[in-house]
């Protein structure tokens, strides 16, 4: 699964903090520049620290509501995302940590804050939260909210993904690839295509199926409607393709789409419920932070986050 998030920020041109919620990153763009504007910290000295920062999405609107005066700083567990953290952004420190094992002192930071990360590396990583919060200090943490609005597009993304991984059509189509190329190659007859073309069209259901089921819009609809359209340009001129350059071709998507439904599975076993959430924000008062009463984001009169906020006295 690290695998996968990694590659998915080395090439995904939105940030993954707002994957698969491109109809909600309005409102938790407009979420955090309500909080940076409302918040009172003396500006000048102050510290803030990202975690699992992704692209520096929320590091990029502190900087802009907040002004030149903060030390910004973000962690993310993918050098990738650190590196596609833009120059606009405008933040002082990007490292690659993993958000349970902070490379940092205690009391280090004025403001933490995380959207959509934090709760991927487990219950550890909001004690260190707590941990490295400044006397005065204040936490906000944004976390996936199980069977909310989001999570219920990731499942039907996963299941949509999972479609077409066993509607057949990989290993269907790849059976008669390599029979074409070994028609090239002289070894079986031109009729040998037949039966392997036969089974490919068998697949063709269950693949429409599964794209159905994807939410308008999502990238599980994109994935599986590109693969659907580029197995019909290949089917309808087969003998144009260089068969290994089509098994290539095959072999890539079908690892893209795998790695898509390990990342929609990720997001689903990371979202919390009503009972992870106040086991963490007992686990963050105990370790010192007085904890403000959990509050839920609502988009569209559907809950699509939590909110754990603290401060340290």
Not at 77 to 90: F, G, Q, V
Not at 105 to 112: G, K, P, W
Not at 228 to 252: H, K, V
């Amino acid at each position: 699964m690290q695998r996968d998030w990694i590659s998915f920020w080395a090439s995904h041109d939105e940030g993954a903090s707002l994957a698969e919620a491109d109809v909600t990153a309005p409102i938790l763009k407009e979420e955090w520049r309500r909080y940076f504007k409302a918040i009172a910290i003396d500006e000048t000295g102050c510290s803030l620290l990202d975690i699992a920062c992704g692209k520096g999405e929320v590091a990029a609107i502190a900087r802009a509501v907040l002004g030149p005066a903060p030390t910004i700083t973000c962690v993310d567990y993918a050098l990738s995302a650190i590196e596609a953290i833009p120059a606009d952004a405008k933040v002082d420190h990007a490292l690659v940590a993993d958000a349970a094992d902070l490379p940092f002192q205690d009391a280090e930071f004025n403001l933490i804050f995380s959207l959509y990360g934090i709760e991927y590396a487990g219950e550890n990583a909001f004690i260190e939260a707590a941990r490295v919060t400044a006397p005065g200090g204040r936490v906000r943490l944004v976390t996936h909210l199980r069977e909310g609005a989001i999570w219920r597009d990731c499942e039907a993304n996963r299941r949509t993904a999972s479609g077409i991984l066993e509607s057949g059509v990989f290993g269907a189509s790849d059976e008669t690839f390599r029979v074409m190329a070994q028609i090239r190659r002289g070894e079986v007859q031109p009729d040998s295509l037949s039966v392997p073309l036969v089974e490919v069209k068998k697949t063709v259901p269950a693949l429409q199926a599964a794209i159905a089921v994807a939410p308008a819009g999502s990238s599980a609809r994109a994935l599986g409607e590109r693969l659907y359209t580029d197995f019909s340009r290949i089917f309808g001129r087969i003998t144009a393709y260089e068969p290994q350059d089509i098994l290539n071709w095959s072999a890539a998507m079908k690892g893209e789409i795998e790695a898509y439904r390990s990342r929609m599975t990720a997001m689903l076993d990371a979202a919390l419920d009503e009972a992870a959430v106040a086991n963490l924000s007992a686990k963050m008062t105990e370790a010192g932070l007085d904890m403000a009463q959990t509050e839920q984001i609502i988009s569209d009169g559907d809950a699509i986050a939590w909110v754990l906020e603290g401060s340290r006295s």
